[in-house]
């Protein structure tokens, strides 16, 4: 079956600094494949999505590149802000619907200031 | 628009008690969905509703029922709370069809423990 694996986490990192979290999949066809951030006490949002190979994610900074050769949808952003600090989850679609996620673990990031 | 609400946002059950969680979107989608959170987990989908009067199992739907009587509700029931149910309980809804945007909508939560 499709699944999602994340980089492990927590992740710390302070104000200003470079940020990617590792996201690789496996699937049948052809997914959809997208990044979603949970602020702490609250749902998950929609970061980032990508369609198809090669197409590039972005939003608020971060990007996310899908990359069919490497099965990967890493997620990163240049410069980090405390605001920035949430869960963000790795997420697939099989057959390009929005229905039925299949998710990542998750990765924690705290950004210090 | 409000988007997707749930209520309550925290219980604690005795275990064999039962309960409904609610969840109610006012975006006229057609696909809704719940998910559960456990601690340092990603979400795991339980039921979800591609209409009106269907509903379908995801992937850990055992001890939850779910109905769809209207676009605008799908509660979520447990009848014989087991202290494996403790999590944290996600309402989603999305658009599926011409001019989706693939996108899931998702509520506040419900945050369940099961003493």
């Known amino acids: 079956g499709d699944s999602v694996t994340q980089m492990e986490g927590p992740v710390t990192l302070s104000e200003e600094a470079f940020l990617t979290i590792n996201c690789t999949y496996t699937?049948?066809?052809?997914?959809?494949l997208f990044w979603y951030v949970q602020y702490p006490g609250e749902g998950l949002q929609l970061l980032l999505k990508?369609?198809?190979?090669?197409d590039k994610g972005s939003n608020k900074g971060f990007e996310a590149t899908y990359r069919k050769e490497t099965t990967s949808f890493h997620l990163e952003k240049g410069s980090v802000q405390v605001s920035d600090s949430a869960v963000y989850f790795c997420a697939l679609s099989d057959g390009g619907s929005g229905s039925r996620l299949t998710f990542g673990e998750g990765t924690q990031l705290t950004v210090n200031p | 628009n409000a988007g997707v609400t749930q209520t309550p946002k925290f219980r604690i059950l005795k275990i064999g008690q039962s309960m409904t969680l609610q969840c109610t979107q006012d975006m006229n989608h057609n696909y809704m969905y719940w998910y559960r959170q456990d601690p340092g987990m990603g979400l795991k989908l339980i039921y979800y509703?591609?209409?009106?009067?269907?509903?379908d199992k995801g992937e850990v739907p055992n001890g939850y029922n779910v109905s769809r009587s209207t676009t605008e509700d799908f509660p979520l029931r447990l009848e014989l709370a087991a202290p494996s149910q403790t999590s944290v309980y996600f309402c989603a809804s999305s658009y599926e069809g011409p001019g989706g945007r693939n996108e899931q909508f998702f509520g506040p939560g419900t945050r369940l423990t099961v003493l």
């Open positions: 509703s591609v209409g009106a009067g269907i509903t």
């Open positions: 699937a049948t066809g052809y997914p959809s």
């Open positions: 990508a369609t198809k190979a090669d």
